[in-house]
């Protein structure tokens, strides 16, 4: 039964079934995650649920990776929870109902910021992001999964474990899950494995009436899934200059988180899928989802690594897997809650065990004696920051941040200078390696300027000057020969370099004498005879 389903500029090969399926094994796992981020913050559990079906929706039809699922998020949710208490601290008699119109407000704006990044086309930059921090963002991330599972078996709001009965059963449940989602693919891959753990432990949960911990027992008393379609919520604030210091600020960082985890989410899913998306377009239904969502009482988000593993791993790769997936998300809170309340926790834990064992990179560990220490301690920091802060936006930026400062301090090592002095007395420094910020102390220790003959010629045909820092570097060692009353010649500079020189023109003075390879000096520059004589005149720049 499979077919081609166009939507929009993606034309693909759909087999209907497994991404009805797997669209419904979604939104089954939705309920229980939007359910609790919504509670972080302190929200109702409608505010998750609203935003996790317009992301999943608005996503699944605009975005730039078919099969991926967005929706409401903890990374977004815990940002909420300082804004509150900044809001708390400026407004001290602020309610409940003001402070979601604020959420409101710094999703739409966030969605803003978002959709201009995909028009300025920033997604390509998620390329920059090493290796190494993947890894260790997915192995962090998978921790935080695992772990995040733990609190079901807890008693409500305390540190206390359920009783030892109650617990056995619910690790049986988990257990059972975890089991035919392993071993049913090796009997039949007809239907997704998650969603057949799901049905068969619910049941039996519900058939022989065992007590165990239900969706509904993890929330607070009196709330509800049950509701009807997302109502419009225009926000009610104030526009003025307090409004927006708290509303710009904390919108720029949601933009950012929600980015960050979107585009790492699409790459995992590139590599998984052995296609490519669309950063940029993921970038622009991210912003276009987030706005909607500020209007239909959503808290915001951005794309879920884990139910988009449960979407590959069932086999969806179209966009109809999402779009199934919104739409049973608001069938189950408009028709369906009182059964989705009386879905047992342990089946949904069995299955989020299982996404956490499929998320981790085991084959890092392979990696550790082969890879450069610098890149180990990479991905395990960036592992740690992930499982201990659940901040995984911060976590990568520290990687990337350490990778490249790793990355240029390894390359500042690599400058060097061959020496000699020719039949002419003349003497040549062959610079090798590049000269950027980071190597221009190194460089500067290469030359011996007392001593050097009165004519010296710098190559850099081995070499690439790659910054302004370089650029000042010549303009230093250029001074230290002046003073000696010594010629300098530079030769071989590549042609960006010499971009690098016109731009600098105002700024450094260079000089650029002879160059074999580049006309840097053109014939109507020469004045006269006399100007080619000055070592320290700059030409054609």
């Not at 061959?418 to 610079?431: C, P, T």
Request: include cysteine; proline fraction near 4%; charged fraction near 20%.
């Amino acid at each position: 039964m499979k077919k081609y389903l166009n939507l929009f500029d993606f034309k693909q090969k759909v087999d209907y079934k497994t991404e009805i399926l797997s669209g419904l094994t979604v939104a089954l796992a939705l309920v229980p995650e939007a359910i609790a981020f919504a509670l972080i913050p302190g929200f109702s559990p409608l505010t998750g649920l609203y935003a996790a079906f317009v992301l999943a929706l608005v996503t699944a039809v605009l975005g730039g990776r078919p099969g991926m699922i967005s929706g409401a998020t903890g990374a977004v949710a815990v940002i909420f929870v300082g804004m509150i208490v900044e809001l708390k601290n400026t407004f001290p008699d602020i309610t409940p109902t003001s402070i979601l119109n604020y959420v409101f407000a710094v999703v739409i704006v966030a969605g803003i910021i978002q959709i201009l990044a995909g028009i300025l086309r920033l997604g390509k930059f998620i390329r920059l992001v090493p290796q190494p921090v993947i890894f260790g963002f997915v192995n962090g991330l998978a921790i935080v999964i695992f772990m995040a599972q733990f609190k079901t078996f807890y008693k409500k709001n305390t540190d206390e474990l359920i009783a030892q009965e109650p617990f056995m059963i619910m690790m049986g449940l988990v257990v059972l899950t975890m089991l035919i989602i392993w071993g049913l693919p090796k009997l039949t891959k007809a239907v997704p494995s998650s969603l057949v753990a799901i049905i068969v432990v619910s049941a039996i949960v519900i058939g022989f009436g065992i007590d165990t911990i239900t969706v509904k027992d993890t929330m607070k008393a009196g709330q509800t899934i049950a509701g009807g379609f997302p109502p419009l919520s225009i926000p009610q604030i104030p526009f003025d200059v307090t409004t927006l210091k708290i509303v710009v600020p904390y919108a720029g960082i949601v933009a950012g988180v929600g980015l960050i985890e979107s585009l790492l989410t699409l790459n995992i899913v590139d590599e998984i899928t052995e296609t490519r998306g669309r950063g940029n377009k993921e970038c622009v239904a991210q912003g276009t989802a987030n706005i909607l969502s500020g209007f239909l009482s959503g808290m915001g988000g951005c794309a879920m690594i884990g139910q988009s593993l449960i979407n590959t791993s069932s086999g969806a790769r179209a966009r109809l897997s999402g779009i199934t997936a919104a739409v049973m998300l608001l069938v189950f809170i408009m028709f369906g809650s009182s059964l989705i309340e009386r879905l047992p926790m342990a089946a949904l834990v069995g299955l989020m065990f299982m996404v956490a064992i499929g998320t981790f990179e085991w084959a890092s560990f392979k990696t550790f004696r082969k890879m450069p220490n610098s890149d180990v301690i990479v991905m395990v920091l960036v592992t740690l920051i992930t499982a201990i802060t659940h901040n995984l936006a911060i976590a990568v930026l520290l990687g990337v941040v350490i990778s490249a400062l790793a990355y240029s301090w390894e390359n500042a090592k690599r400058i060097r200078a061959r020496k000699h002095i020719d039949d002419d007395g003349i003497k040549h420094y062959e610079i090798y390696g590049p000269l950027f910020f980071g190597s221009t102390a190194a460089f500067a220790e290469k030359f011996e300027v007392k001593d050097d003959p009165e004519e010296v010629i710098i190559d850099f045909q081995e070499s690439r000057v790659a910054d302004m820092s370089g650029i000042e570097a010549l303009n230093k060692i250029t001074e230290r020969y002046a003073k000696a009353g010594k010629k300098v010649h530079l030769k071989h500079l590549s042609k960006d370099c010499i971009r690098l020189l016109e731009n600098a023109d105002d700024i450094i003075e260079v000089n650029v004498l002879e160059d074999p390879t580049y006309k840097v000096v053109s014939d109507k520059d020469r004045k006269s005879d006399s100007d080619t004589d000055n070592p320290f005149k700059v030409w054609g720049l």
